[in-house]
DNA sequence: TATGAATGAGTGTTCATTCAT
DNA sequence: AATGAATGAACACTCATTCAT
């Protein structure tokens, strides 16, 4: 009855389980993610992709590992069009917001991986994230050498301050009903620049 | 069947039903959270609860106005305890890691109720949602008159600066999982700090 | 707290229930009558009901005993205001179909009072069916004596055949999404009036 | 746990699902119906059930396509039965009292899904129902041809006038409580006889 | 290896009726 | 007599996971 998929090669099997994962999570959201919805978009039976992903959560996990590479492009784009490191830096702060924005249920998958009861060790996901963090960590390595950010500044500890609460305000900011009457007022991509102003200017040297 | 708390007045109900559901919440996240719990925990029947909150929902909604009133608390302690204006601003920051630290489960909440499928008008929770603004406000404001912050600072969005941003980096940094080789040699406390101290430098006139 | 209200007697009160519980009806319909609904109209405890009406099965059949009178008035003008018995006959089927329109949530109420589990034994309600029948039935010996229709219709069956199957095709016809094809095409006042035209020439002499 | 059955075809499900239903509507009707009542009679978990018919109205809308198909039944017989026209209407009248005897939860399923908020999209029973119109509409017309009905008749409005007033008349008549003084008296056969020789007696040319 | 039908404990929510005050 | 808070069994519907074929 199926296609001609069958029998594909272990690779191509995951990957094209992982492409219809990520087509339901950017329709859905993480928290309305279910793996009927995969399912359907795929010509794969449920048992069948159990075989390959221990739980949904496993699914999910893989699937974040295309949201972060996705991220750590932004990133490498950012920081090769300025010359600066200080500006390269602004520039990665606002690349962080240019992704939430065009991705918000990358954002939503991240959120949701972080609860306490998320189980998944998917190796894959450990790997990406950790490019991210060496790039961000060689990025600040860089600046100080050439002098431009102090030189006290832990590189592991300034690229968590640079992406992980730069994706932290985002979120919070993003906070729609809680400030209502506030909400109308803020034009979000001048609070992000002050922030990014604000922050980079703690790390100037 | 049922012990003695029958017929409590109006306000104690509320009270008791608030209390459990913190409770609840407390144990399990605000993701797993559900009514049924919080009947377990509570001497009275579900259609009690419906008739004091309209929806699950309303019951969290008015959870966090608890939560945000702590924060409050926590801010105000930080504030008092320093004279210098840039060394409470830090305060404040760190006054957040103390919160999420304590409080986890009640970052889990705020967020969840940023959900767009999240239905709830309870007024209260904006107007702890707006003191809370407004202490980090005015507090920017008095920095700005004594000299010590930056007056071209906008003290709206210093304050989302400030707080989002802070418990974004805490909530971000959190996750566990994701980078488990680094984690164990991460002072979280020390990249907090590092943090606080970064912004605030940034922020010094 | 409530105000003038208090005290009232027996007959007020159970006209001051009934109005509101005939407002409800009118509103949302039997199918989604709750006593709930009814309190929220009323000056009255929900516990205050249950002295004068021992079930919402009850309240309803006092309800439904200003439905029949308020049919009967509609055979009452009908009646009057032809001269010829047949005539008269074919208006008071047209008077029904009058009826159901401008009070279909009636028509409901009357339709969930037949269900098999439907408990009540309300007297009025008896005595107002009651009243309805015997107005036809003098109808019909009246035609009879005239000689418009034929003498050997048995009267208390001819009243029958006269609204209940009225009321009966006004029901069924309504079905609205069963026939949807054909149900543009259909001019239901005619149908009605062709449907009066047959049975009334069916009867006469 | 559960029995044999498991994994049948998908029609043998359906089947037996509609099977269960069919059971739990002729014992509580469709006002009482509930999806745990025909799980109960099931060996079939609740969550199969979902996966055959998305809601309680489809599979009620599947029952009365049983309901339907039987009356069906029930008019060609009594159609075969006589050869002459008017006759042969008057047992169509008559098969529906019979019908209605036999399987009055049939007709509260009808009613019941024509409640405005009742939602089902099954082709299946707008089939049935078209084709219970078709089979009426022709006969009218072969009555009409053969010069026994009034050929001024519109088939179509003559269609509903003969089964819908028919199974009108029946339930409204049925109201047992309502009457309770008469319907002692009242020889319900009696009485649609005397409707259907009444309303045919207006129909012959 | 691939299947996909089956599972069943849970979800939030409703409402007629009771009964202590 | 009047109250109205409390009850709790029902209800429709979901979905991650399993397992016989």
Not at 13 to 24: F, K, L, P, S, Y
Not at 187 to 200: C, G, I, N, P, S
Request: with cysteine; charged share 25%; net charge neutral.
């Amino acid at each position: 009855m199926r296609a001609s998929s069958k029998h594909l090669s272990k690779h191509r099997r995951e990957q094209q389980i992982i492409a219809a994962a990520d087509i339901v999570l950017r329709e859905v959201g993480a928290n309305n993610f279910t793996v009927d919805q995969v399912v359907e978009r795929l010509e794969v039976a449920k048992g069948t992709i159990y075989k390959y992903y221990k739980s949904k959560d496993d699914i999910l996990a893989e699937v974040s590992v295309n949201a972060l590479k996705l991220l750590l492009d932004y990133f490498k784009i950012a920081v090769e069009n300025q010359k600066d490191g200080l500006e390269a830096t602004k520039a990665v702060i606002m690349a962080c917001y240019q992704y939430y924005l065009s991705h918000p249920q990358y954002f939503e998958l991240i959120v949701y991986m972080e609860r306490p009861d998320f189980r998944s060790d998917v190796k894959s996901y450990t790997q990406a994230s950790a490019d991210l963090s060496n790039f961000v960590i060689e990025h600040v390595k860089c600046c100080q050498a050439k002098g431009t950010m102090k030189a006290d500044l832990n590189p592991l500890y300034t690229n968590y301050v640079i992406w992980g609460s730069c994706m932290g305000i985002m979120n919070f900011i993003e906070s729609k009903r809680v400030f209502i009457e506030q909400f109308e007022k803020i034009d979000r991509k001048e609070l992000v620049k002050a922030y990014a102003e604000t922050l980079v200017a703690g790390m100037a040297a």
